[in-house]
């Protein structure tokens, strides 16, 4: 138990004080390397028609591996399927774009999902789910970038996929060099306004606070810093969090909804959801939800500790000390 303790406390100071960067992007497929050709897997499309993905050998071909048996692969397949098209929009008729479902999802399903996109291109499905294999696949949803019928890149999901997708693309067309790119990916931070300034420093004051366990503190901390950015996102998280630890779900429902309307896709965003649907006793739903993000963000102490805490909830000493460990042994790395 005092082991368990000491883990915890550890764990919170790290969580408190750490801040996520974006998805890792660790090459997503498991049976492929670059330079592989694509696997001879035939694949459907809802109007009957067939593809054998090792036939896309001719320039430059994009494909968006996709399923929707949860929430959050349903919110991020709508977002790829809308972003990556449109990034690579007017980059010339030698890329092609593809669109299948890994998970063999109902049609409707599928359908729903393109016109939430506004995507309109032909929509593919394994419904026998041999792409899992053949593909070594495990994340969801993933870009894998060929050009002529070799594997050159792929990307697990990220908020800006489409981006990095249309960066690759320019750098295998000629269009920019790799430097450009990655300039145009990592722009120089802006100064920031007085405005900014302030709501950083409540901001860090509250956390400070909330560290300390003086929530009425954090708390006005945190509202001084949304009077001075009313977008200031680790103010409402910070507030969030104050919420859960006082009971208030609707408080936290209300602080979530004002988040997602900033940055939906946030890691730190996506979490604290999973935390409210666990206190509101949807512990399946919230495991569902961040389990995914264990693949994508193998080395994050916030996500290990999340799944940490939802198994604890559970009952699951095992699995729920297993992912604290790992989520410490990444906090100690981090310092």
């Known amino acids: 138990m005092l082991r368990r ?41 809802l109007d009957g028609k067939t593809l054998s993905l090792n036939t896309l050998n001719k320039g430059v071909a994009v494909i968006l591996f996709w399923g929707a048996d949860s929430a959050i692969k349903r919110r991020h397949a709508i977002t790829a399927m809308r972003d990556v098209p449109r990034n690579l929009a007017g980059l010339g008729d030698n890329v092609t774009f593809v669109s299948v479902n890994v998970l063999g999802d109902s049609p409707e399903t599928i359908t729903s999902v393109a016109e939430k996109a506004e995507f309109e291109g032909a929509l593919y499905r394994d419904a026998a789910k041999r792409v899992y294999k053949a593909f070594g ?18 990307f697990g999901y990220t908020h800006n996929l489409g981006e990095i997708t249309k960066g690759e693309v320019e750098v295998l067309l000629g269009l920019k060099t790799r430097a450009a790119v990655e300039a145009g990916l990592h722009p120089k931070s802006h100064e920031k306004s007085e405005a900014e300034k302030e709501a950083l420093r409540y901001g860090n004051l509250g956390m400070s606070m909330l560290r300390k366990g003086m929530l009425p503190q954090a708390e006005e901390a945190f509202k001084k810093a949304l009077k001075k950015e009313e977008t200031y996102l680790p103010a409402l ?42 206190a509101g006793g949807r512990l399946d739903e919230a495991l569902k939800q961040v389990l995914p993000l264990s693949l994508t963000n193998p080395g994050s102490e916030k996500v290990n500790a999340v799944l940490g805490e939802l198994y604890e909830r559970k009952g699951e000493m095992q699995k729920a000390l297993k992912y604290f460990k790992k989520a410490l042994k990444a906090c100690q790395q981090r310092k």
């Open 237 to 278: 998280l910070g507030l969030a969090e104050i919420s859960l630890r006082q009971k208030n779900l609707e408080g936290a429902k209300r602080y979530l909804r004002k988040a997602k309307s900033i940055a939906s896709e946030a890691l730190d965003v996506v979490l604290l959801e999973a935390k409210i649907l666990a």
């Open 137 to 154: 696949l495990f994340v969801l949803p993933s870009i894998l970038v060929v050009k002529n019928g070799k594997v050159v890149a792929g």
């Open 5 to 45: 303790s000491i883990t915890v406390g550890i764990l919170f100071l790290c969580l408190i004080i750490m801040t996520e960067g974006a998805a890792a992007q660790a090459f997503p497929f498991r049976a492929l390397k670059k330079g592989d050709p694509l696997p001879p897997v035939t694949v459907e499309s």
